[in-house]
């Protein structure tokens, strides 16, 4: 028997269409089991995964429903399963480096991006954390504003935003060490030297490039 707030839940995604970027990450597939058990009405869900440790995007999602998160699916309502579209693609590249059909679909397809996908290491390069936590926001929304079904982009952040507060952490924008943009424009020319030296600034006051 589904509950009143999952009942809310279904009629809220019934007939949409999602595009779940990290899907192979905690998140991303701790959601995924949840919208294919509690949420039957949702009509499609693309998945972006990268093809790492040669395997591809497709063997590896088939790794991942094999575990144990799964099992409740595979028990209850395997067929649901045949709801989930595995995308390869990476995020570091425009256009999360889709093919051309897939890019299709999706931006004709999706009304709902969930954006999981991210590098959670602490000790991450500050180029690689800028090209998968920062420029990889950015291509998201860049693609997002194609999408003439959207209706919902959400990004899944961090609870480590303004790490460097004691207190109460008010819901509004602080001041950040350097300009963002400027930071993403430059990382492309910048040398390894010269972001070493930016680092070292950075993580006095935030004591990690995450």
Request: proline residues 2%; aromatic residues 8%.
């Amino acid at each position: 028997v589904m509950d009143e707030s999952m009942s809310s839940v279904n009629s809220l995604f019934a007939g949409r269409t999602i595009f779940l970027t990290g899907g192979s990450g905690f998140v991303g597939k701790v959601l995924i089991e949840k919208f294919l058990r509690d949420v039957p009405h949702v009509a499609k869900i693309f998945v972006l995964i990268r093809a790492a440790k040669g395997k591809t995007a497709q063997q590896r999602w088939a790794d991942i429903t094999k575990g144990v998160l799964f099992k409740r699916v595979r028990a209850k309502c395997p067929e649901t399963l045949e709801k989930v579209v595995v995308v390869e693609g990476d995020i570091r590249v425009d256009d999360m480096g889709m093919s051309e059909e897939n890019l299709k679909a999706i931006l004709e397809e999706t009304s709902v991006v969930l954006h999981c996908a991210a590098t959670v290491r602490f000790n991450d390069s500050l180029r690689s954390t800028i090209e998968l936590n920062v420029k990889g926001v950015d291509r998201m929304i860049k693609l997002c504003k194609r999408m003439p079904k959207l209706d919902c982009f959400l990004h899944c952040s961090t609870c480590y935003v303004n790490v460097d507060k004691q207190g109460e952490i008010e819901e509004k924008l602080y001041d950040v060490v350097c300009d963002p943009h400027k930071l993403m424009e430059g990382q492309s020319w910048m040398s390894d030297d010269m972001l070493d030296g930016i680092t070292t600034a950075i993580t006095k006051k935030y004591f990690n490039t995450y």
